[in-house]
């Protein structure tokens, strides 16, 4: 590991889920999962596990082949077909990882003559999707809209991309995703949109931040997370669609969704369109709203943005890992996020909520950092 000081070093660690919301460790504690990006609480849900086990049935686990040969197959349309008609888009492609979509985004919508111009704490990702495509690469200061202005009126002329995310996924924040879609609209500049956390959980019943905008150009969305399954999509009008089926490697491939994830991410949006999505949402948001006034009236800087990811900022790596450490003996898991996920000096604890929270949850945790907070 060379010169990596023991604080950045990563380790695997093994987790049992015991219940929804609960796993056990490999030391057989069990933890309150605060760490998961399990947002709704669909993980392990019935319907889900039903839907899985009928695709297995009918199709087997795997696709065998990439879409374009021959591993298309009902699940995937259906996914594709109810998505589309969800978030009012033309065209929806599913891809075996947000990440793979990402890149495939980049791809199509940016070459080395295009100058991209991305949020400055963009999800890795898109950065990677950035130098595969080989785009000029250019940073704006974070959810900084004027900053981002300034940049598109220098580049007046140029072929631009501007890439966002609708809910970052380490410290929360959303930028006003209504300005910036209109920015990059009256700039003629596409506008990707990373909806992988707001998805589900934020917008009007859950379609995310960047819904009915017709200056988001593409959007990304992922089921790993709210809709508890696994796999990615891509979503925008029907032309760009076209071109990406058309021409696009990331998508051609590569084996297609898993049957099984793509059935159970179908169930899945079925609860999240549904009244039970609502009442999900609301209590989600009352959790959210409640932590973060919690962490405020405690003393501690009221954690960015509204949705499920609450972070409470540590600044030193070795600080965060003993905090994560300290709410593990209490039972509750939470993982110290350090560098280079998050800028030097911003070591921080993300917390992932969820609908159901045991009472205790938020005294348990306020208890346990007290210790930590600065003089």
Known sequence: MGDQPPQRVRRLRTFQLEQPGQLRSSADQALLDLASNDTLGLLGHPDLNAAAQAAIASSGVGSGASRLISGSRPEHAELEHGLAQWLGRGRVLLFPS????????????????????????????????????????????HNDLQDLEQRLQQRKG??????????????????DVDALAALCQRHSAPLLLDEAHALGVLGPGGRGLGHGLDGVSLLCGTFGKAFASGGAFLACGESLGEELLQTSGAFRYTTALAPPLAAAAAAALQLIASSEGDQRRQQLNQHAQQWRDSLASAGWP?????????????????????????????????????????????????????????????????????AFKRP
């Open 98 to 141: 947000g990440f793979q979509a990402n890149i495939a985004a980049l791809q199509l919508l940016a070459d080395r003559h295009t100058v991209v111009l991305a949020d400055r704490r963009i999800h890795h990702s898109l950065l990677v999707g950035v130098r595969a495509c080989g785009a000029k690469l250019e940073r704006f200061a």
């Open 302 to 370: 009221r954690p960015a943005g509204v949705g499920p990811i609450v972070a409470v900022k540590l600044g030193d790596d070795g600080r965060a890992l003993e905090a994560a450490a300290a709410l593990e003996d209490q039972g509750v898991l939470v993982v110290a996020i350090r560098p280079p996920t998050v800028p030097e000096g911003e070591a921080m604890l993300r917390f992932s909520l969820r609908p159901h929270l045991p009472e205790q949850a938020l005294s348990r945790v306020l208890k346990t950092l007290e």
């Open 158 to 175: 140029s072929r631009c991309v501007v890439l966002s995310e609708s809910l970052f996924s380490m410290e929360g924040s959303s930028p």
